[in-house]
């Protein structure tokens, strides 16, 4: 019990969840101010994800050989729970050094509290996008999996969880080591190529299981298979999980050690 009354982490993370309504308003009004003046606002991105994962889906389709319709909805999908994620990852070196920094020097709140700021900006632009995977699921299939009722939110919960403590240990470790920043943004797009977004597994044959070395794997199958209506993997869901208690050690770890001096690193 003293481990949980005296770690900083435990307590800062504690505070962040009473004071949900600060964050969760702050980040509405950072999607309200970035899209000030425009008539269609988050929803300008929608539309050019909409585009761009169409394009993409007639062209790959083509390439592979693919029946369109069944190819459209493993694509789309994964192509915008691909955007969530690695915005995610993008943006986590620069959660503290950026324009938190001030915010960090000038008020008391724990450095985590920008954190759950930052990730909940993104989750909200991903809500705007999740209702097209659905509209293009029913197009395609006429249904969608009754198990999508608990696993698209258990699903959503895990990536939530993970983009806060991977944005948390990576930009604490960034506001220390700059090169973290143009290390991991100069990763990202081959990543994508690297990972079940715009081909299948059983198209690698005998090298399918190979994609299970890749930790994006998981991230992506636990939203889309249940959505697209692909068998279930334990697999995933038991790999996620894996990744979400290491980083859980990770952060509790470095947090409480390394936290009091991120206001002397940005």
Known sequence: MDFFRKNCAINDIIFSLKNYYAWSYLSYFDLKLKYRRTFLGPW??????????????LLWSTIFNLDWKNY?????????IWMWISQQVIDAPDVFSGVSSKYIKAYPNPPIFYVFRKCFLSFLLFLHHLPLIVIVVLLVNNRIESSVIYSLPIGLLIIFINAILFTVNI??????YRDIDPLIKSLMPPMLLLTPV???PEMLGDYAHYIYFNPFTYFVGIIRNDLIGLDFDMT????????????IFIFL???????KRIVFWV
Do not use: E
């Open 198 to 200: 715009l081909w299948k």
């Open 236 to 247: 995933i869901w038991t790999g996620a999980l894996i990744i979400t208690l290491i980083q």
């Open 72 to 80: 459209l909805t493993y694509l789309f999908s994964g192509f915008i």
């Open 44 to 57: 300008w991105v929608v539309l050019g994800i909409a585009i761009s994962a169409t394009a993409m889906c």
């Open 253 to 259: 770890f470095l947090y409480s050690r390394k936290s």
């Open 171 to 176: 930009g604490m470790l960034s506001a220390r």
